[in-house]
């Protein structure tokens, strides 16, 4: 606590010096300054925060500003751009509607409890939206078991295809219990799989990047937790539901943006 404390505190201190340029009308490096003249310099800084503490405060808050917009902009590049990896199905399983106009990008891990909560949700989305285009994106956060399990599935991508795929993440995801590789390969082979080939393809470095790539947009995106999703213009984290979601999708037919004007 007290380092994560310091860096903060470093942070701001950075943005108020800058702000009282200290050093904007002299060429000298600040390790050029003698030992008196940076005691002169850290005696006028300190005296300056003293009378003034609420510059602490406002620069927290200037900092958090420009931090969360950027963070906003870096996430309108990514959602927003057809040709992102958020939308690479490239071991990724598509489900739904492959050509649908209406894009849902779901974020889960298969030992997510509110991801098994909303199962049915997503199955009524696409039964009520024939134009809707699910890309589901592991994201085995929770345990060990999490990344077995989506070596797994990333696998049986190369031999389950739409409608399969989601009778195999259904009863996947439906289970009770930790899941992990042998209840993955289970549900596989209980649909038919070829298991060895179901085994050596979770094992390959093309796999391993889906994960990886998944991994990485969800951290671009502020994604924390399971499930999530991108629909439209929006990031929405949590299971939010149906009703929520629903009216969303309805938007972005409607609107192009999952709020209209």
Known sequence: MFQRSLALF?????LIFAALGIFAFS?????????????EIES????????NPEILRD???ELDAREKLAATKARQ?????????????????????PGGAITLVEFFDYNCGYCKRALGDLARLMKDNPDLRVVLRDLPILSPGSVEAAKIA?????QFKGAKFWEFHQKLLGSHGPVGKAEAI???????????KLNKGAETPEVSAA?????ELAKDLSINGTPSYVIGDEVVVGAVGYNDLQAKIANVRKCGKVVCS
């Open 10 to 14: 470093a942070r701001r201190a950075a």
């Open 44 to 51: 006028i800084v300190k005296s300056y925060l003293v009378k």
């Open 59 to 61: 620069a927290a808050a």
């Open 211 to 215: 994960i990886d790539q998944s991994m």
């Open 77 to 97: 590049q990514i959602v927003g751009d057809p040709a992102s990896p958020l939308f690479d199905v490239a071991n990724q399983a598509v489900i739904g509607n």
């Open 186 to 196: 289970a549900v596989a082979k209980d649909l038919g799989a070829d298991v060895d």
């Open 27 to 39: 060429p000298v490096r600040a390790d050029e300054f003698s030992p008196a003249q940076k005691a």
């Open 154 to 158: 990333n696998s049986a991508t190369n």
